[in-house]
Nanobody
Framework: VQLQASGGGSVQPGGALRLSCVAS????????MGWYRQAPGLQRELVAA???????MYGEAVKGRFTIERDIAKNTVYLQMNSLKPEDTAIYYCNADVKTSPYHHKWFWGQGTLVTVSS
């Protein structure tokens, strides 16, 4: 199973970006898809997660500004990031809890995409 993230880049404060992450490979189903981020010198932190049955959760720092969406049919998760701040600068990683059979699941990580918010 591979996760391919895209959509990172540089933006000015107050701007917006949309990240995408597509899962491919031996996928029976995906229970959770989400995004984490890691800024230089800091620990990786949860940004947002989308759980099967339309449940979502967000890190405190991004509530009200970021929106996570899943396209279950396409094994894809999106992260719409609005009102970006310099402190949102980080490498963003997607992850997914993937079932490769009805009885086996494993967490997978994408390669990361850099988001830079600077004037």
């Amino acid at each position: 199973v591979q996760l391919q993230a895209s959509g990172g880049g540089s933006v000015q404060p107050g701007g917006a970006l949309r990240l995408s992450c597509v899962a491919s490979g031996n996928i029976y189903s995906i229970d959770v898809m989400g995004w984490y981020r890691q800024a230089p010198g800091l620990q990786r932190e949860l940004v947002a997660a989308a759980i099967v049955a339309n449940s979502t959760m967000y890190g405190e720092a991004v509530k009200g500004r970021f929106t996570i969406e899943r396209d279950i049919a396409k094994n894809t998760v999106y992260l719409q990031m609005n009102s970006l701040k310099p402190e949102d600068t980080a490498i963003y990683y997607c992850n997914a809890d993937v079932k490769t059979s009805p009885y086996h699941h494993k967490w997978f990580w994408g390669q990361g995409t850099l988001v830079t918010v600077s004037s």
